[in-house]
Each structure stands twice: as C-alpha cells, then as structure tokens.
Nanobody, 125 residues
Framework: QVQLVESGGGAVQAGGSLRLSCAAS???????????LGWFRQAPGKEREFVAQ????????YYADAVKGRFTIARDAAKKTVTLQMNNLKFEDMALYFC???????????????WGQGTQVTVSS
C-alpha cells in the first residue's frame, strides 16, 4: 500500500513561514509511478480545499488563487517527495494540511488517490 507521510507543520505568527514536506513510499517495496502530488487543507467547520499541485513528468504546478505568490510547491522526483514552502502566512491559512497523490502501483492499470494523515498549521495574529 502506498503511504504519504507529511511533516513540517507547526505554529507561526502571521507573516511568518513554514515548510511542509510529504514523502511517498510503499511498505512492501513494490514500485509505483507518481502522476501528481499536491496539498489540500481543511479548516474547522469548512470543506477541504485545494491548495497546490505538481505534476510529476514535467513539474508543472497549479495553485489556488488564495495562495498564489505566497506558497511554492516543488518536487524531488528521485526522493519521491513534495514540499510546500509557505511564506507570508495569514490567519486564514490556518488549517489541517493534507498531502494527496495520484499514484499508479506497478501492475495496476490506473492511478489511485492516496491521502496522508494531515499536519496542522497554526497561524496566530
């Protein structure tokens, strides 16, 4: 089973920065191909929303309007990791951040969606 493990959450004052990381792995050692990895977030009482995404073959990136110019997503293809550099954090960025990936395990005909457990980002004003 493919696992996505996040790290890097924490507490910061408004205007500060945090860097999230997500690593994809397969416990059984079975190989897999990443189509894309990205980040979603969910604040209390709100629906989960898209934050940013990076496609694996060419590194193309996409961002939610709310984070453009402040957040940067990047991939390390060799390490099968994705990072989210978050600068100029705002109170409204506070949420539980989830790593999400569309990944095809070797032998499978299609990709499946995988989610991490989430990492908390707290922003104080």
């Amino acid at each position: 089973q493919v696992q996505l493990v996040e790290s890097g959450g924490g507490a910061v004052q408004a205007g500060g920065s945090l860097r999230l990381s997500c690593a994809a792995s397969e416990a059984s050692g079975r190989t897999f191909t990443i189509t894309d990895l990205g980040w979603f977030r969910q604040a209390p009482g709100k629906e989960r929303e898209f934050v940013a995404q990076v496609f694996w073959p060419d590194g193309s990136t996409y961002y939610a309007d709310a984070v453009k110019g402040r957040f940067t997503i990047a991939r390390d293809a060799a390490k099968k990791t994705v990072t989210l550099q978050m600068n100029n954090l705002k109170f409204e960025d506070m949420a539980l951040y989830f790593c999400q990936g569309n990944i095809r395990r070797t032998g499978a005909s299609v990709s499946s969606s995988y989610w991490g457990q989430g990492t908390q980002v707290t922003v104080s004003s």
